[in-house]
């Protein structure tokens, strides 16, 4: 189960991205090479206190007439509605407040879901009265910012995290395995989840608290219990293509951030697109599991070598998801289909799985007795000692004297000597460094 989602809902011009860009900070982590998450700030990472959550903006089209605003409003609205753990409604304390801000508020309130509002705009302690009206959209105690100047999100946040406490937690039950279906429309997302469905002759019914996401299904095989999660909200229409871009994106976000297991699927005639590119680029942010589906695979013609052929293919274009599973399917002949929960299972045990420190520590002692670390400037990398401090994805934190004199070459090293050691296929792993005075040892 994923990190709380937070949307943030507003007119145009109200100071949505402003404070988007406030609440990301520099905190977002930004792999180099992954495709399209540094230039698409639909969604952050963000961090208040103990807790971690992921930011949503739900706005960015810039509507040309009054009658747009409401209606895109209400669209925005309602993907927050079906996406968000708590919604962050931002108004404009300088304008005041306007018809759409409260065909939105009806909305939201019918919701049931937690709301925080924010009156944006509030540059100074005078400014303050401008909050007052706010109070006539009853939903709740106004808070006030001002979002360029960095004032109030404190208390703005404090809000926020308050109502994670009430989020319906799915999570209870642990063992459940949900796997998002990912791809563009036409690749074979629903076919499959049918034929799994279908085939493992199970229990297909509702589990208290999944429901409202109606394209979600539960199945119990003999490997255990998942959900499955389509993201077919791609296909909403809209007049607006940008807006069924953004919307779909958000949609696939937010069934990304409460999966364990992310299953691109690609259509073998077509290839991975940049759009496929981008979405797994996500996956891979979220420290997702992750897994790729070639799907129709009996429309190829093919021999013993084309497989690997198009596998290689494959892994060249998502470099940096060298630690992918691939399978090869056809939804419509059924072949291999009874692979995918095993797989989607293993890279499911990978993604939790801990290494006693013992052992550990073996594997390390041994790679630097295989492999001494090189000198970088002056100095030589030591490892006093290593232990993993977390799973989803299993993280490691080693020991050293100085991280100035670890070298990225060795660091794939010590990555790669972890993976042939033990298994972690279909999952990220992440390798921190601290430094530590020898004679704390
Ligand atoms: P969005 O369309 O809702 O994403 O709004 P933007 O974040 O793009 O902001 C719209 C305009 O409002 C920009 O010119 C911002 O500089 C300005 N703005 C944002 N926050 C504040 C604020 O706290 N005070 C004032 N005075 N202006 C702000
Ligand atoms: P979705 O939009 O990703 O959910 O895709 P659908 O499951 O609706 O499938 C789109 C089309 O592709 C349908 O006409 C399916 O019959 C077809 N299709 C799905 N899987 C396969 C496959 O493995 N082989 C072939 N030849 N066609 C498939």
Redesign the pocket.
Known sequence: MGKPIVAIVGRPNVGKSTLFNKLAGKRISIVQDTPGVTRDRVYAEAEWLRYNFTIIDTGGIEPESEDIIVSQMRRQAQIAIETADVIIFIVDGKEGLTGADKEVAQMLRKSKKPIVLVVNKVDSLKEENNAFEFYNLGIGDPITISASQGLGLGDMLDKVVEHFGDIDDEAVDDEIIRIAFM?K????????INRLLGEERVIVSDVPGTTRDAVDSYLETELGKFILIDT?GLRRKSKVKEEIERYSVVRTLAAIEKADVCIL?IDVEEGVTEQDEKIVGYAHEMNKAIMVIV?????VEKDDKTMDKYKKELEMKLKFLNYASYLF?????GQRVHKVLEMAKECYDNYCRRISTGILNEVINKAVLMKEPPVVGVKRLKIYYVTQVGIKPPTFVFFVNDYKALHFSYERYLENQLRSSFDFKGTGIKLQFRERNEKND
């Open positions: 791809g429309p036409n690749v074979g997302k629903s076919s499959l077919a699927m799907n129709k695979w009996d429309l399917i056809s939804a419509k002949t």
